[in-house]
């Protein structure tokens, strides 16, 4: 069992943290220098694939690695006591941020600049609607990078457990 938990988090972990990872410091700024009549219709195609697919990736993740947290018998007086325990409790909160912003934030807010795209689709936008687009791509955009520094966090801590 611990060795299927453990496969499954740093399988899924990989996946989820890579991808994470190479679409914020890579694919979207390259697809924001291509302007939006590139930039958003690609994205827009690439969310509906990925936001599926990461959730379950990001669950599976969470939910494998407090399995195998609580299957060490790790005590809550040697989270904060040890360095391991301050490892693991650090890269649980930089997941639980990821989804708060992810769920929290991001999805709405591209929810939001989806229909708001759609509605306009066809026209020039009014100077409030584009205020709005732009407010809600900077808000996705900060979210993401915070996002994504926290799963680096993560992604560092993890492989340096076995060491501490």
Do not use: C
Request: hydrophobic content about 55%.
């Amino acid at each position: 069992m611990d060795a299927v938990l453990r496969v499954t988090h740093v399988v899924l972990g990989i996946f989820w943290a890579g991808t994470v990872i190479y679409a914020s410091f890579v694919l979207l700024p390259v697809l924001k220098s291509l302007g939006p009549n590139i930039e958003r219709p690609a994205i827009k195609g690439l969310m509906r694939v990925t936001s599926p697919i990461m959730s379950v990736a990001a669950l599976i993740v969470l939910g494998t690695g407090i399995a195998m947290t609580l299957r060490t018998g790790l005590a809550i007086s040697e989270v904060f006591s040890t360095g391991r325990g301050w490892a693991i409790f650090i890269a649980l909160i930089a997941v639980v941020i990821y989804m708060i912003t992810g769920f929290g934030i991001m999805l709405p807010s591209g929810a939001r600049m989806d229909k708001l795209g759609q509605s306009i689709e066809g026209r020039q936008p009014t100077a409030a609607e584009s205020e709005q687009m732009g407010r809600l791509a900077r808000r996705i955009s900060t979210v993401e990078r915070t996002s994504s520094i926290a799963i680096l966090i993560a992604a560092i801590l993890m492989p340096l457990l076995r060491f501490l």
